[in-house]
């Protein structure tokens, strides 16, 4: 079966600029999931999708940060306006609906705020 | 109190021997436990699972699930330079209905040929 994909691998903006990422989950999986990881941490679960709902979004730093799934398939996470601190790797994961097995992870964008 | 918590490390052994990789979670309300392995610069991977008190052998690894004392560990027989990475534990969270992994921060493991 074919992994989460995401897109761009790398991106550099200068701060205040606005980005977007992609994320195209495994098929079937209902559970979509944006989590930071900045470097030396551990990932940190930023927005949870079930189908095109917002189960958990608690972490999001909703004045800058927005994020979609439309149609219950693939999703976008924007930063608007990007500060330094955002630098981080955004891994999108994706699971099918039961508890078990955890998730798939895809390869992750690497924002870096100059 | 962190509510995933890892030693950071490094933790380093030689080539052959067994890498001993602990892990505390806060929630005694956790059902199910993972370990992911991240190389420099990669994603996480998913290694192992565990959801009954006790051991679980695959492979070379063995993971250890102690809910009384809330204590999950990773066990590496053997131990390989490839597994030199981070290795992450993870718990599900709060009972939803849906998976929420909670990460702890990751203990460095560095196998020396």
């Known amino acids: 079966e074919a992994g989460v994909a995401q897109s761009p691998r790398y991106k550099i903006i200068e701060k205040r600029q606005s980005v977007a990422f992609w994320c195209n989950p495994i098929?079937?999986?209902?559970?979509l999931y944006w989590y930071q990881q900045i470097l030396g941490q551990g990932p940190k679960l930023l927005i949870q999708?079930?189908?095109?709902?917002?189960?958990?979004d608690s972490q999001l730093p909703k004045d800058r940060f927005s994020a979609e799934r439309l149609k219950g398939v693939d999703s976008t996470l924007k930063i608007q306006p990007a500060k330094l601190e955002d630098s981080a790797v955004y891994l999108c994961?994706?699971?099918?609906?039961?508890?078990?097995?955890?998730?798939?992870f895809g390869s992750g964008t690497r924002l870096t705020v100059v | 109190q962190k509510e995933v918590e890892q030693n950071s490390g490094p933790l380093s052994v030689p080539e052959g021997a067994i890498a001993s990789l602990n892990c505390t979670y806060s929630?005694?309300?956790?059902?199910?436990f993972f370990w992911y392995r991240q190389y420099s610069g990669k994603s996480p991977e998913l290694i192992m699972f565990?959801?009954?008190?006790g051991d679980k052998e695959d492979g070379r690894f063995t993971a250890q699930l102690n809910k009384a004392s809330q204590y999950v560990s990773l066990l590496i027989r053997d131990s390989q330079p490839s597994d030199s990475a981070t290795y992450l534990c993870?718990?599900?969270?709060?009972?939803?209905?849906?998976?929420?992994?909670?990460f702890g921060t990751g203990t460095r493991l560095l196998v020396s040929p």
């Open positions: 994961a994706s699971s099918s609906r039961d508890r078990a097995g955890g998730y798939t």
């Open positions: 098929s079937g999986h209902a559970t």
């Open positions: 999708f079930q189908n095109n709902g917002v189960v958990d």
């Open positions: 565990i959801y009954s008190n």
């Open positions: 993870a718990v599900n969270g709060l009972n939803t209905g849906f998976q929420k992994l909670v």
């Open positions: 929630d005694r309300g956790s059902q199910s």
